[in-house]
Every structure is written in C-alpha cells, then in structure tokens.
C-alpha cells in the first residue's frame, strides 16, 4: 500500500530547507493526517539524524525526507567574480566579506547512506533526477521513491528510473525550482496536465495551493495530493523568522530571480532582488556561498529590504494558524469546493 494511500488528507508539507522545515512541522502534518516532510538540504548528517529521530518520537505516522541532488558543476566563473565585484560595496556597508563560491554537493552521498541504512517511509528528490542505483537501493529498504519535475519530458525519465510518484512543481511555487535545468515556465495546471497525459504514476501538485479551492482544482485536474508550502510558514511550529513571516503576511509580488542564491527561486520581492536580478549568474551553490554572509547580517539587522523571502505567488492567502488546523481547513475547503462543483455541474446539461 502506497503512503499516498493511507492519508486521511492529500496533503503535503513541501519540504522547505533553510529553516521553515522543523520536525515540529513535520510531526504536526502527519499526526493531522497528512504527510510531514524535513527538508535535508543545507544541513550536516547529524542535524539530519536528529531530526529525523525527533519526527519519530512526535509521531507514528509516516513522513519523508527530501534530498538535494548535485548539480553539473560547470559554471561560468568569470560572471560569478563579476557578480561578487557588483556585491562588495553592499557587504562593505555591513562590515561583512563576502563568502567564497565554491561549490559542493550537499554531502548528497552520505545523507543518501544514511536514509539507506535507517530508511524512513519517503525520500523524495530536488535539482534533477536520482540515478537508478539510488532509487532501486531505497525501494529494497521500503522506502518510496519521490521524483520532482518542472517539465512534462522529465516526468516519463523519472517514471523510466522506478520512482512511486512524481511531484509536479508549477512556477507559481515558493523556493527554488525543483528541476534541473531550472529555466522552465510551466503554470501548474498545465504542467499537470501534460504530465498526467504521458504518465501513469501518482502525481503530487506544488505550486501556489493555499487553501481549499486550489486543492480542488488540482485534485481534479489529476493529481492524486498537494504539496503546500507556504500555506504553512506562518504556523507556530514552523522556523519561519519574523521577518519572513511577515513578508509572507503582506501583499507583496513575487518573482523568480537567481540574485540570492544562484538558482531560481520565488520570494516576495525587495530591493535587493530588483537591484541585483538581471546581473546575478547561474551558479548554485557558488552564488548561495557568496551572498551567504550579506543575507544573514541582512537578517540579523532585520533588513527585509536585502534578506531573501521565499514564498509562492499566493502568499497572502497563508494563515498564522496551528499546522493541524491548517490541514484540516485546507481538506474541508476542497471537499466544499468540489460539492459546489458537483452540485453546479448537475445543471450543464
């Protein structure tokens, strides 16, 4: 029986590295029902077994664990010493240097070990696709096997490779974009679409699902859940900071921009992302290691104006409300939109 199966609500907490992702949230998810995710990214091994061991004595329900793939590695390092020459002056002026942009791979192959030898119910995957060693060796522990895609091509690569369900990320979501190459523009529901026309796994929605009549709509246009993300940063269990947690709570634009961190990411946008956009080069995890010093004394001085935000277009429909509650709001909005529907459609003919 597939975890997907078992939830009392096709609800998904999107793992959100950073910080907003803690095992309080997780727990909180699936205790309510729905399926908790901790966001290995940006973390060392033992945070990660900490974490993990913590969701466990919150919760018997099941949860999973989302990874961070490698990137190709070759990026174009001229732009990225330009990039930093452009930033100087603004970490002068927090009496901060800039950090080195190197590269990494996130200990990808230690955390993917240490999910092999105490496997947890789902692993799912980020910046690409797994390779089919890694899938096969997590589904013989039991563990399922999550791809994310931003493209309906990458979704019968993903299917080809084994995994047990695609995470299908629109551009209306918050954070980074899950796919690799990371220039894609798909909406949503499109991207449902097509992916749902051309593979027959369980499909989990991402992008701007907020409330209940979203969750409708892309439980209608085939997915089998939703993956929420904001709609949890403003909940106490959350590690939102105040400064995000209020970005979130305003009325503020997002855009797509790769000037905090090298790689395509949605956040409310400030001055910072208007300044720098257009001259910031691809280049993750260079360009997140280089701005890494400035965002975080832009954090401590409380400057929305330069610390990034990450949030999906509707951000501004995000409640500060207990994880739980959010789940159980969010499910009974779209079973009332669908009976609306249903009782609507009955007059079509």
């Not at 209020?246 to 400030?270: D, I």
């Amino acid at each position: 029986m597939s975890t997907l199966s078992t939830l009392r609500h096709p609800i998904i907490a999107a793992p959100m590295a950073g910080g907003p992702s803690t095992p309080a949230l997780a727990a909180a998810v699936s205790a309510a029902g729905g399926l908790g995710f901790l966001a290995a990214g940006m973390i060392d091994i033992d945070r990660l077994a900490a974490d993990v061991a913590e969701v466990r004595a919150r919760t018997d329900r099941p949860f999973g664990v989302n990874l961070f793939l490698p990137g190709p590695g070759d990026v174009d390092e001229a732009a990225i010493r330009a990039y930093a020459e452009r930033l100087t002056p603004q970490a002068a002026q927090r009496g901060v240097s800039l950090g080195e942009p190197v590269g990494g791979d996130d200990a990808y192959p230690d955390k993917l070990a240490a999910l092999l030898a105490d496997p947890v119910p789902v692993v799912s995957f980020v910046f690409g696709l797994p390779d089919r060693a890694a899938v096969a060796a997590l589904r013989e522990r039991g563990t399922e096997v999550w791809a994310t895609v931003t493209r309906p091509e990458a979704a019968t690569a993903a299917a080809d490779l084994g995994v047990d369900a695609v995470v299908v990320q629109g551009t209306e979501a918050g954070g980074h974009r899950g796919g690799l190459p990371d220039d894609d523009d798909y909406a949503l529901l499109p991207l449902l679409r097509l992916t749902a026309a051309r593979c027959d796994l369980p499909l989990v929605a991402a992008g701007g699902i907020v409330d209940g009549p979203a969750l409708a709509a892309v439980l209608a246009a085939g997915a089998t859940a939703a993956q929420l993300g904001t709609a949890f940063l403003r909940c106490p269990e959350a590690g939102s900071s105040p400064m995000h947690r209020e970005a979130v709570a305003s009325t503020a634009p997002t855009a797509l921009t790769r000037s905090f961190t090298g790689k395509r990411a949605r956040g409310v946008t400030n001055d910072f992302l208007r300044q720098h956009d257009a001259a910031a080069p691809a280049g993750y995890p260079q360009v997140l290691h280089l701005t890494r010093p400035l965002l975080a004394a832009a954090r401590r001085d409380g400057d929305a104006s330069v610390a990034n935000a990450w949030a999906g277009q509707a951000h501004t429909l995000a409640r500060d409300l207990p994880a739980a509650e959010v789940v159980a709001d969010v499910s009974a909005g779209a079973r009332a939109a669908l009976a609306a529907l249903t009782e609507r459609s009955t007059r079509w003919g």
